[in-house]
């Protein structure tokens, strides 16, 4: 199956007992069994629903994977791929990535005994200095969030041991721009809040391995610990996934035509979008993704947060609020919001200033997305 009919194919079948062609909200919290452990295959909602296993059998075939694993979000996800390391293990780790990712990293698994180290993944000839025989995770985010480094997954990849897993993070792309499993990675990460579900009206994450082991080893997690998602919200990333293909393709095409306003615009100081010749990855997104994605970060020449607010409180169809990757378009302050857990030396390391917007591109008409920003912009003075 090609991309657009796995989306609406792959692991769906017509529901057994009624024909229905959608996919039942099997609202259910345990099954009849005839007699002690004869039963249809599921035995306990916590461990096995109908509706989420229709997904994970979805995703896994989206991103060409063996299993997936399906979570009440994106960070309960991530929560069950550290659970993998032991007391002692190293997680390397982009340097940019989604504050969130990063507290929980620092905040929670380091009380445990994990180790991390932030580094500028972006540039992949460095990983062999910063791995050792601790190394036991690769945590690649790419594009980054909110700066849109991009990471080569394939070179980082090609340079860890057996020993070491890769996990990348794949929110931001999208399985419809990026399969990391087809580039050498283990596991593949999806907050489904965003572009899964598309629609802004769900929280949830997803996990696709390469192998079965270690997806087994992640269903014995779940069971154990409970981060289960419920059904309504398994059906609703199955209906949004429906029309993932179409919806990042239009926002892909949206966003290409914001960079390029956004870089002639004289109050603009920096554009940040891998679409761009002169972005410093530029070459590696053309090889490893389909198109450049729907997000866009820029830089305000008044580098102040006020100056920020002025152009965040004054939009109309972007709206000011975290998350992205939904059908409306979106506006951000990643100082203040999405990475306000992230210390500000380190933030500033990366070029994430006071004054940086970013914007996640919704399906709109353009023309109409370009002249909100366009008033907003003017009203600097
Ligand atoms: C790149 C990335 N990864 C993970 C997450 C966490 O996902 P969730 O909010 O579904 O827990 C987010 C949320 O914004 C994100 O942007």
């Known amino acids: ?56 059998k979805n995703l896994a075939a989206l991103e060409n994977g063996v299993d997936a694993i399906c979570y009440a979000s994106g960070l309960a996800a991530m929560d069950a791929v550290l659970k993998l390391l032991n007391p002692g293990d190293e997680v390397i780790s982009t340097n940019d990535l989604y504050g969130g990712s990063y507290r929980l990293m620092t905040k929670v698994f ?7 180290k932030f580094v500028d993944l972006s540039e992949a000839t460095d990983l062999k200095t910063h791995l050792n025989d601790q190394t036991k995770l690769v945590w690649i985010e790419t ?46 990460l999806h907050s489904a809040t965003k572009y899964l579900g598309g629609h802004s009206d769900v929280i949830h994450g997803a996990i696709i391995t390469r192998d079965q082991e270690t997806a087994d080893q992640l269903r014995f997690l779940q069971n154990a610990v409970g981060a289960v998602p419920g059904p309504q919200d398994c ?11 179409l919806r990042v393709q239009r926002s892909c ?18 554009v ?3 679409g ?38 004054n939009t109309h169809f972007f709206s000011l609020a975290e998350s992205l990757g939904g059908v409306e378009s979106l506006i951000g302050h990643p100082a203040s919001m999405t990475h306000a857990s992230i210390p500000k030396e380190e933030r500033l390391k990366v070029g994430l200033t006071d004054s940086l917007i970013r914007l996640s591109i919704g399906i ?5 997305l370009i002249d909100d920003l366009n008033k907003a912009l003017a009203t600097l003075d």
């Open 110 to 116: 380091a009380k445990y005994g994990l180790t991390f």
């Open 1 to 56: 199956m090609k991309f657009g009919t796995k989306v609406i194919h792959a692991g769906i079948e017509p529901d057994p007992s009624t024909g229905a062609i959608m996919t039942p909200i099997f609202q259910t919290s345990t099954y009849v069994q005839q007699s002690p452990g004869e039963h249809q295959g599921y035995e306990y909602a916590r461990t096995q629903n109908p509706t989420r296993s229709a997904l994970e």
């Open 364 to 368: 709109e008409d353009v023309e109409d």
């Open 272 to 274: 940040y979008f891998p």
């Open 143 to 188: 594009p980054t969030n909110p700066m849109l480094n991009i990471v080569d997954i394939q070179a980082i990849c090609n340079q860890v041991n057996e020993a070491t897993m890769v996990c990348v993070d794949n929110t931001f792309a999208s399985p419809y721009l990026q399969n990391p499993l087809d580039l050498g990675a283990d596991m593949v």
């Open 276 to 313: 761009f010749k002169d972005h410093p990855n530029h070459e590696i997104a053309k090889k490893q993704m389909k198109d450049f994605g729907g997000m866009v970060s820029f830089d305000l020449h008044q580098n102040t947060f006020d100056a920020a607010k002025q152009v965040l409180s």
């Open 253 to 270: 095409e949206n966003a290409a035509k914001i960079a390029r306003f956004l870089k002639d615009h004289p109050a603009v100081s920096k």
């Open 235 to 245: 059906f609703l990333i199955l209906r949004g996934i429906k029309t993932l293909h």
